[in-house]
């Protein structure tokens, strides 16, 4: 454990806001959480991988953990590779070394920032692959009692950017490791658009598609070291065929995506920029010129910057097409996490 010497959280979260925290604390073991979990038993606590889905919205009147729990177990079979993985361990490192070591299973998944540990909360997900979908178990620290439970992929209850860690295990629990599964006879998913020119290649390895990945999220998304931001902001709004249908009635052009025989996604980054929202500005914040779904940290945007154009953002979208977003990125007051809609 580490008591870190600043306070400043600029460079703890990737929008890059200059919010504070009462302190900042390294914790390296699970013994390390239990200890600070009993030592500040009565100040506001946050546990913080990199920040990469948070927004800050006011200093932050209580402790930050930083999860920094590193390794990676491998166990082979005839079948498949089944890796664990403390949660500190960097997610887009981790993709890397499974492919540097002749496994496959994430390349869909490289770029995402975020630590592993982080993954199972809201299920990331990107070109047409789910961290579910290479779950096996997540390990998880049950403050209350300090032992350390398994739960197995059904149990986490994972959905679109959902997990039960976003309902009924939110508080007072830590995901200390997770189990993959990564089966050898996998193949790459190329279902997402722009992965589907893959499919002409006969030679292609789980590599070219982690390069093709790379590359349309460097054109799409911008980069937090460069520019702050949390990726996409909201969520694609899920809505009822009949919603979905009027809608498209209406504008033709609008992608839907099919997800039940009820159920309809919508892309809200289109909705955004059929809005004409795209490359608004709001003080420092901005919507971005690439990708509509994407708040960004332009210009030393303060908190309340962000948060009033992610509320026009919400207000345009919702007078134009009657469609409610809500938001991806986990909004953090002074002592807890809020939502838009309070504040
Ligand atoms: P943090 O932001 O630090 O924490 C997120 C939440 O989880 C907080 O509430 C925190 O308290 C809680 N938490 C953190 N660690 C633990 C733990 N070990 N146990 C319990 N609770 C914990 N997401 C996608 O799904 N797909 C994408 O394609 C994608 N692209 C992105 C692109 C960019 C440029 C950015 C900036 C973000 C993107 N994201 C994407 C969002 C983000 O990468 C993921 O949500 C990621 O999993 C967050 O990891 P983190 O370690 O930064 O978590
Ligand atoms: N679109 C627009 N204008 C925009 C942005 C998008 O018209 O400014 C349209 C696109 O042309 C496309 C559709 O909207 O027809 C969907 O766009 P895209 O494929 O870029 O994906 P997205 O829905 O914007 C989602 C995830 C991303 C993930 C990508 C790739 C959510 C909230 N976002 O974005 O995840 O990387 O798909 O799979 O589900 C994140 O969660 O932070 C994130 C970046």
Redesign the pocket.
């Known amino acids: 454990m580490k008591i870190l010497p600043q306070t400043s959280l600029k460079s703890f979260h990737t929008f890059g806001l200059d919010v504070q925290a009462e302190k900042i604390i390294q914790a390296d073991t699970v013994q390390d959480f239990i200890q600070i979990w009993e030592g500040y038993s009565k100040e506001p606590k946050l546990l913080v991988g990199e920040g990469s ?1 948070l927004l800050f919205c006011e200093n932050f009147e209580g402790i930050i953990i930083l999860n920094r729990l590193k390794g990676i177990g491998l166990n082979e079979t005839d079948s498949a590779w089944h890796l664990e993985v403390a949660g500190g361990e960097n997610w887009h490192d981790l993709v890397c070394w499974t492919l540097d070591n002749g496994m496959h299973g994430l390349e869909n998944l490289a770029l ?1 920032p975020g630590l592993t540990g982080s993954a199972p909360i ?1 299920n ?5 692959v789910e961290f579910k979908d290479r779950c096996e178990y997540v390990d998880v620290l049950m403050l209350e009692t300090g032992e350390v439970r398994r739960f197995s992929c059904d149990e986490c209850e994972f959905g ?2 959902d997990s039960v860690f976003k309902r009924q295990l939110k508080e007072g629990t830590i995901i200390v490791s997770v189990g993959l599964i990564l089966p050898k006879s996998g193949l790459s998913n190329l279902e ?2 722009p992965l589907a020119q893959l499919k002409k290649n006969p030679h292609l390895t789980p590599k070219d598609v982690f390069d093709k990945v790379c590359e349309i ?1 460097r054109e ?2 911008p980069d937090p070291l460069q520019m702050g931001n ?3 902001f ?3 709004p899920i809505v009822s065929q009949l919603t979905a249908k009027t809608l498209k009635e209406k504008y033709p052009k609008m ?1 839907c995506y099919e997800i039940s025989e009820t159920e309809v996604k919508l ?4 909705l ?3 809005a004409g929202l ?1 490359g608004r500005v709001f003080g420092g914040a901005a919507v ?1 010129e ?5 708040l960004v940290n332009k210009n030393l945007a303060t908190a309340l910057d962000v948060i009033s154009l992610a509320r026009i953002v919400v207000e345009t979208v919702q007078g134009q097409f009657n469609v409610q977003l809500e938001h ?1 990125v986990r909004f953090i007051d002074k002592n807890k996490e809020t939502r838009l809609a309070s504040l």
Not at 267 to 270: I, P
Not at 290 to 294: P, S
């Open positions: 889905n995402i809201q990331i997900g990107a070109y047409g679109y950017r997402y658009g999220r799409k998304l949390a990726g996409s909201f969520k694609n992608p892309a809200a980054g289109w955004i920029e059929a795209k971005h690439k990708q509509a779904l994407v991806e």
